[in-house]
């Protein structure tokens, strides 16, 4: 860094300290994007277009998540063996 820039981000540290700047906006987290979801019964719904949202019944994103897991850790462990 030059001594401008380390003169000039000091400067700007000192100002967001005190109040006189906003703080940075964060940066959006990542999406997970859900092609298919695969019921207790064992039926299988597709979700096609980014457009199309599946049916909310209770909280779906969570079993989603929680099969997504599973799914991954049944294949860690035949990839272990």
Partial sequence: MTVK???K???MLAFRRIGLLCKRSP???PRIRISKTLNP?????E???LTEQPLYEG?????????????HKTNKNV???
């Avoid at 019964?41 to 719904?45: A, E, L, P, R, V």
């Avoid at 909280?59 to 799914?71: G, P």
Wanted: aromatic share 10%.
């Fill in 41 to 45: 019964d064992g039926t299988i719904t």
């Fill in 27 to 29: 940066e959006p987290a």
């Fill in 59 to 71: 909280n779906t994103f969570e079993s989603e998540l929680h099969i997504w897991k599973e799914i």
């Fill in 47 to 49: 979700h096609g277009k």
């Fill in 5 to 7: 820039r380390k003169f």
């Fill in 79 to 81: 990839n272990k063996k």
């Fill in 9 to 11: 981000a000091k400067v």
